[in-house]
């Protein structure tokens, strides 16, 4: 007599099923906007109200108000190199929206895409990392940066950065970093460090689809005049409130300090890594003031370039920075003192902030095998003494 199988049968999407191989995949898009309600069956969990796509969704808001600003200071930097134009706040917007939308479409879709394929490949479930740093891509390269040059910088920086060893979670590089550094080292005419292409409308009085802007570094770096030559064309709160050429999300440090706070207040980042990395940037600058190294004050280099942005967003990533508490405030510190570094003795490349942060996450481990090893000795010592 036949047994009865009362087992359900996989459904078509889930392993084992019709189309099982798809599961991956569809489970991603079933999965954007909800958490499953799966829970551990057995064991002692610490279970709590956050996981990956809560942290990765704050890290996105965070950084809107930094994309919001970016998109209308694109139109404001294109009117004030026009004298043909004069628009209004919207129109400002509206033209940097349309300048910076194909940045954040041709990225997601090149980095999702391949995010899908290794999924499918290894029959893993498809994480949410890419959510950030697909949104990250755009905010650090200039608006005028061709889509096929930023389609292959995100395809490496994915493959490369991410999957090869293992996926999120599993990398050592920032990804949206090392996107930018390959952009610099295999186009460096592009992504020069000292000035930024300012986006233009075709066929507007006689100017070309793009024009130069210096940016504030470009001054202190290139006319060698110092702090005059900076202040001649950009003042301190111009700096702050970032209506300057620049990257698309590094200008303005107000909103990437609203950012800051979400971040902080979630706990989402480490206010630790923020602040030392300040503290690292002012002893620096401070120092190479007192030696006569430079003109420009320490507290300028918190606004200028993309230190603000790398500090606040790429030096807290908590897979790529120190995860020690202590070594948190050496990894930060360091990353200040590099950038000020690079910036004042590195003629060929104005902008430091990206170099010190890609250095530090490959020294982050040491930092923090030194950090466990000295706690390790001094626990060992007081024993012995007892």
């Known amino acids: 007599m036949a047994e009865n199988n009362n087992t359900p049968k996989p459904g078509l999407f889930e392993r084992g099923g019709r189309f099982g191989w798809l599961h991956s995949t569809v489970d991603a898009f079933d999965t ?5 309600a799966t829970v551990t069956s057995r064991g002692s969990h610490v279970r709590d109200g956050i996981d990956i796509k809560r942290v990765m969704i704050i890290a996105v808001l965070a950084a809107v108000p930094a994309a919001l600003f970016g998109m209308w200071n694109v139109g404001y930097q294109h009117d004030l190199a026009n004298p043909a134009v004069s628009w209004d706040l919207w129109q400002r917007f509206w033209f940097g929206f349309l300048k910076v939308l194909p ?17 499918q490949i290894k029959n893993e479930e ?4 890419y959510l950030v740093t697909g949104f990250f891509i755009p905010l650090i390269v200039p608006v005028d940066t061709p889509l096929w040059m930023l389609a292959l910088a995100v395809a490496f920086a994915v493959i490369f950065g991410k999957e090869v060893f293992g996926g999120t979670g599993m990398n050592f590089l920032n990804p949206a970093l090392l996107a930018r550094a390959f952009l610099f080292f295999s186009y ?4 020069s460090g ?7 409308q075709l066929k507007i009085g006689s100017l070309a689809d793009g024009i130069t802007g210096a940016t504030p570094l470009s001054f202190t770096a ?45 706990g989402v980042a480490s206010w630790k890594v923020m ?6 940037a002012l002893f620096t ?23 603000a942005f790398g500090t606040v967003f790429m030096a807290t990533d908590p897979v790529t920075s120190a995860q020690t508490e202590k070594g948190k405030w050496i990894y930060g510190f360091l990353i200040g003192v590099l950038c000020v570094i690079v910036r004042l003795f590195n003629p060929g490349y104005a902008e430091g902030m990206m170099l010190a942060i890609l250095l530090m996450n490959t020294f982050a481990p040491l930092v923090d095998w030194c950090v466990t090893s000295s706690a390790v000795r001094k626990r060992a010592k007081k024993m012995k003494l007892a």
């Open 32 to 36: 954007f906007l909800r958490v499953p």
């Open 103 to 119: 940045l954040l479409v041709v990225s997601y879709a090149v980095g999702l895409f391949i995010e899908f394929a290794f999924a």
């Open 126 to 129: 498809l994480n949410e990392g």
């Open 188 to 191: 460096p005419a592009k992504m």
């Open 194 to 200: 000292s000035e930024v292409w300012i986006a233009n």
């Open 222 to 266: 290139d006319c060698k005049q110092g702090i005059d030559a900076l202040t001649s064309h950009f003042s301190f709160w111009d700096m702050f409130a970032g209506t300057i050429p620049g990257c698309v999300g590094e200008t303005s440090v107000i909103a990437i300090l609203l950012g800051a706070i979400v971040l902080i207040w979630t």
């Open 275 to 280: 602040f030392s990395s300040v503290l690292g």
């Open 285 to 307: 600058g401070w120092l190479a003031g007192v030696l006569g190294a430079t003109a420009v004050p320490a507290y300028y280099h918190l606004v200028m370039g993309g230190f």
